[in-house]
C-alpha cells in the first residue's frame, strides 16, 4: 500500500544504516543522525516541490549537490574547492573561499584571484567607468627622453589620464611633449600649443606650426627639490575627426624660487586630424632626463 494512501499522520523510525547496494533507504546512526540514500540512472536522492518539479538533486554516483533555483543563506559559506552554478547564490553573510583560491567563470576560471594576504589580481582589466593604472615607471638615470608606447596608448582607451615628476639634467629648460604615429614619433611642425603662466599672465603661443608641445615656459631648474611635475589629459586619440589633444597643468621650480605654474594644451594642427595617435614622448628642451617618474591611466568611458 502507497503511503499516500495512508490519512492518519505517518511516523517512520529509521533503525539503522544505510547500504551501498540500497536502491532507496531510510536510515540512521548516531555520528550521522538521518541518511537518505538512494541508486537511480540519474539522480541518487531528488528533492521536489509541491509541483512536482526537481529543487534539490544528487547526481549519481557522485559528491555533487544540484539546487534548481535560488540558494539563500543568512550565514557564512566557505568553500574548500569551488562553488558552482547556474542560478543565484544569495547570502545575508560572506563567502570565503581557500587561501589563493580564484573566482570565475565557467570559461574563465581565475578571472579573479585572491592571495592568503587578501590581495585581488583580476586576469583581465575590470569593465567600466573609471581610470586603470597602465604604466608606473620610474626613471633611475639619465635619458634623453621618456617614450610611452603603444602598449600603454592604443586604441583600448580613447583618454588618458598622464602624472609625471621629473628632474632635468640641465638648468632652465621647459618640457615638450610629442606624439607618436603608426610607431614613430611626429618632429615635423604639425603641432599648435598655448601656455599661460599663471604667476604672471605670460601667455606662449604658436597657432601656425611647432614641432613640440610646450608645457611650461618658466624654465624648470636641475638642482634637488626642482624640475617640473603636473599632470595632463590626452584625448582623442583614435579619432579620425577631431584632433588629438594634450592639455594640463605643470608647476616648476628653478634656482630655489617659489614654485610657478603653467596651464597648457596642445595638438595637431586640423591638417593632421585624421592621424591616430598611439604614444607620447616626453623630453627637455636641452639635456636629458635625469630622473623621475611618469604614470599613465586608461580612461574608461
Not at 639619465?142 to 621629473?166: E, G, M, P, R, W
Not at 615638450?176 to 603661443?205: C, I, K, Q, R
Request: net charge negative; with cysteine; proline share 2%.
Amino acid at each position: 500500500m502507497a503511503l499516500s494512501t495512508i490519512a492518519a499522520p505517518l511516523k517512520i523510525t529509521a533503525g539503522g544504516d544505510t547500504a551501498a547496494g540500497d536502491d532507496a533507504a531510510i536510515g540512521v546512526t548516531a555520528a550521522e543522525g538521518l541518511i537518505l540514500t538512494g541508486q537511480g540512472s540519474t539522480n541518487d536522492v531528488t528533492i521536489k516541490n509541491d509541483a512536482d518539479a526537481d529543487v534539490i538533486e544528487i547526481p549519481t554516483g557522485t559528491t555533487n549537490v544540484t539546487v534548481a533555483g535560488t540558494l539563500g543563506t543568512g550565514g557564512l559559506i566557505t568553500s574548500g574547492a569551488g562553488i558552482t552554478g547556474a542560478g543565484l547564490l544569495t547570502t545575508g553573510g560572506n563567502i570565503i573561499i581557500p587561501d589563493a583560491g580564484n573566482i570565475g567563470s565557467a570559461s574563465d576560471t581565475d578571472a579573479m584571484a585572491i592571495s592568503s594576504g587578501g590581495v585581488v589580481t583580476f586576469s583581465q582589466a575590470p569593465i567600466g567607468t573609471g581610470m586603470r593604472l597602465l604604466l608606473n615607471a620610474t626613471i633611475s638615470s639619465a635619458v634623453a627622453q621618456y617614450d610611452i608606447s603603444s602598449t600603454y596608448i592604443n586604441s583600448t582607451y580613447d583618454s588618458y589620464k598622464l602624472i609625471f615628476n621629473l628632474l632635468p639634467a640641465t638648468d632652465n629648460v621647459d618640457l615638450h611633449a610629442l606624439f607618436f604615429v603608426s610607431g614613430s614619433v611626429v618632429t615635423d611642425s604639425h603641432y599648435g600649443y598655448n601656455t599661460l603662466a599663471m604667476y604672471s599672465a605670460e601667455v606662449v603661443t604658436n597657432t601656425n606650426a611647432a614641432a613640440f608641445i610646450e608645457l611650461n615656459n618658466q624654465g624648470a631648474g636641475n638642482a634637488a627639490g626642482e624640475g617640473a611635475c603636473g599632470f595632463g589629459e590626452l584625448t582623442n586619440v583614435n579619432s579620425i575627426i577631431s584632433r588629438t589633444s594634450l592639455s594640463g597643468i605643470v608647476s616648476v621650480a628653478s634656482n630655489g624660487a617659489l614654485p610657478k605654474a603653467s596651464v597648457y594644451n596642445g595638438m595637431f594642427l586640423p591638417a593632421q586630424r585624421a592621424n591616430v595617435v598611439n604614444g607620447l614622448r616626453l623630453k627637455f628642451s636641452s639635456g636629458n632626463i635625469a630622473s623621475g617618474t611618469v604614470q599613465i591611466y586608461g580612461i574608461s568611458k
